[in-house]
């Protein structure tokens, strides 16, 4: 009588560094989405109020910042994500459909709509404008 193999060794080991990588992807996701909240609520009370020119540079930059975090932050988490799907999907049996079908799929999809949400505020924000010559 034969047993089963137990999920261990190799295939415990690439769980452990998808594990690794999920974690490590919160964080910048996290920021994110922080940078994309304050970028709705910045440009909201923008678009409400009068401002003077000296303070329209200085919240146009303020803006485009805000967009720039935004975006690296999801697409450095998303990296993280798909990084450590790879590494299940090609080192296990468990293949690439099903590393990707897995639990972390919601996960990923939000990872995709957010940076591609990033991706049009940091296309749409003002760009700052250049900094004086100095002679």
Known sequence: MSTPPSPGGTDALFGVVQTALTIGSAIPLLLSVVAS????????????????TRRLADDARRLHDLARVSLLGSGFG?????????????????GLAGAFA?????VTIGAVVLTGLAAVAFATSPA???????R
Do not use: K, N
């Open 37 to 52: 909240v304050l970028f709705v609520r910045m440009r909201r009370r923008l678009s409400s109020e009068p401002t003077g």
């Open 78 to 94: 998303l990296v993280l994500l798909v990084i450590g799907q790879l590494v299940v999907g090609l080192g296990t049996p468990v």
């Open 102 to 106: 897995g639990p972390l799929a919601p």
């Open 128 to 134: 700052p404008p250049a900094p004086p010559e100095r």
